[in-house]
């Protein structure tokens, strides 16, 4: 590929602005800077610097962001920000949406990315991939409402009752609930159902992926390699 096309591809403006960003000194590779926008390439594996900062190619891009409390997971926010902000342009250009939804006031580990299969992939209920909540109740937890549950409630949209993968309390009102499923207000409704409330939602983990200590409220990190992309996801038998 050339050059210009690359920064195209990975977001940077439009063809145009990416020649110029090019021809105007701006991009480098392996530390030097290249001014020829029909530099040829191989973007796999390739890495370039634009105005001073690095950036990886990546055919189709996935992100994780530790989301904050007071964010919209939405392109159109209508009361809060979008969490779209906290990304930088290149990403947002790209179109890079969430993969499911957080409440505004839920915190923790959103994934978002371009990749609509990916998308599908990690959200149908066939594939029953895994989301850890920690959730803080309003009241004290106990056995009866944690095996409530695991039994399954039924929620007011519904009749089915709904399960929850595993769930064991954390505290005198804390509850580590895993659940596969991705309906509105899911851990709140259920919660409610057994006679609590929720006070307080974090997502820890989403399938293999676990929210890393050290990423920050409101800091993004790409999700790299093939081994932490498909560890993320379920089977390729259960398609």
């Known amino acids: ?15 145009r602005e990416c020649e110029g960003l090019i021809a105007s000194g701006f991009v480098s590779l392996a530390g030097q800077v290249c001014d020829n926008p029909w530099h040829e390439v191989d973007p796999v594996g390739l890495e370039f610097g634009v105005q ?42 790209r179109g890079l949406q969430p993969v499911g939804r957080l409440d505004e006031d839920t915190t923790g580990l959103l994934l978002l990315t371009d990749d609509g299969s990916l998308i599908h992939r990690l959200t149908s209920p066939k594939h029953h991939v895994p989301k850890l909540y920690e959730v803080q109740c309003k009241h004290e937890v106990d056995s009866k409402q944690i095996a409530a549950l695991l039994a399954g409630v039924v929620l007011d949209d519904d009749p089915k009752p709904v399960k929850a993968a595993a769930c064991e309390a954390a505290g005198a009102q804390g509850i580590r609930l895993t ?17 609590n409330r929720v006070e307080g939602l974090h997502r820890s983990s989403f399938g293999a992926l676990v929210l890393p200590a050290d990423l920050a409220p409101g800091q993004w990190r790409w999700v790299d390699g093939p081994q932490a992309l498909t560890s993320a996801l379920p089977p390729l038998s259960s398609r």
């Not at 891009?61 to 906290?86: F, I, T």
């Not at 709140?188 to 159902?193: E, N, P, Q, S």
């Open 1 to 15: 590929m050339h050059l210009a096309q690359v920064l195209f591809s990975q977001g940077f403006g439009s063809r």
């Open 52 to 93: 001073g900062q690095r950036w990886p190619y990546h055919e189709k891009a996935l992100v994780m962001l530790n989301k904050p409390a007071g964010y919209e997971c939405s392109q159109k926010p209508k009361h809060h920000p979008s969490v779209m902000s906290l990304l930088p342009a290149p990403l947002r250009r």
């Open 179 to 195: 659940l596969t499923e991705g309906k509105y207000h899911q851990v709140k409704r259920m919660v409610a159902a057994v006679g």
